[in-house]
């Protein structure tokens, strides 16, 4: 099993910076890729970043390209979120999750293991 804790969430202001931070334990030899999602109240939940475990490659969705940062630490099996620029459509739980196989695209991966959530709410 795979345990995965997000931390770093809370309240900032338009233009802001925030960090989340998710640390992974348990059975973490067989990670392909870590990535950030998120949901907002009444809409579904959509791929925010990923990168892949072994080559670094991030990708990420348009909405945050420019703006967020994915970075990871394989040593310590933590990824990372740096997030600026905010801004209000950004307010949303955002959720790590630990991919064990690739697929079509980063946001198609099969994350198999989830977080609980960290909430983002960004003011203007």
């Known amino acids: 099993q795979v345990q995965l804790v997000e931390s770093g969430g809370g309240l900032v202001q338009a233009g802001g910076s925030l960090r989340l931070s998710c640390a992974a334990s348990?059975?973490?030899?067989?990670?392909?890729?870590m990535g950030w999602f998120r949901q907002a109240p009444g809409k579904e939940r959509e791929f925010v970043a990923t990168?892949?475990?072994?080559?670094?490659?991030?990708y990420y969705a348009d909405s945050v390209k420019g703006r967020f940062i994915i970075s990871r630490d394989n040593a310590k099996n933590t990824v990372s979120l740096q997030m600026n620029s905010l801004k209000p459509e950004d307010t949303a739980n955002y959720y790590c999750a630990e991919a064990t196989k690739f697929g079509p695209d980063p946001g198609e991966y099969e994350y198999d293991y989830w977080g609980q959530g960290t909430q983002v709410t960004v003011s203007s």
């Open positions: 348990g059975r973490t030899f067989s990670i392909a890729a």
């Open positions: 990168i892949n475990w072994s080559t670094g490659t991030a």
